[in-house]
């Protein structure tokens, strides 16, 4: 049952986390910082059902933030 709650609050937070209407007159910054906090949410919870440990908890949180705010500030400022 633990496990099935944490696939369903990591596919819960897995979702779009920013404005499609974002203008260049926004605070991208806050949306890059969004996005690295719910990657490390989703993160923790593929951890924690994955490995079952604090280790892989705190390992998958820090790719989560990684990657999904990598990937904000990508499509923010990279293109």
Do not use: H, W
Not at 26 to 44: H, L
Request: charged letters at 10%.
């Amino acid at each position: 049952m633990k496990s099935l709650t944490a696939i369903f609050i990591f596919i819960l937070i897995s979702g779009c986390s920013s404005n499609p209407y974002n203008t260049t007159t926004n605070n991208k910054g806050i949306e890059i910082t969004k996005s690295a906090a719910i990657g490390a949410v989703g993160g923790a919870a593929a951890g924690v059902v994955i490995g079952d440990s604090r280790k892989s908890t705190l390992i998958g949180a820090g790719l989560g933030a990684l990657i999904l705010g990598g990937s904000k500030a990508y499509q923010e400022y990279g293109q």
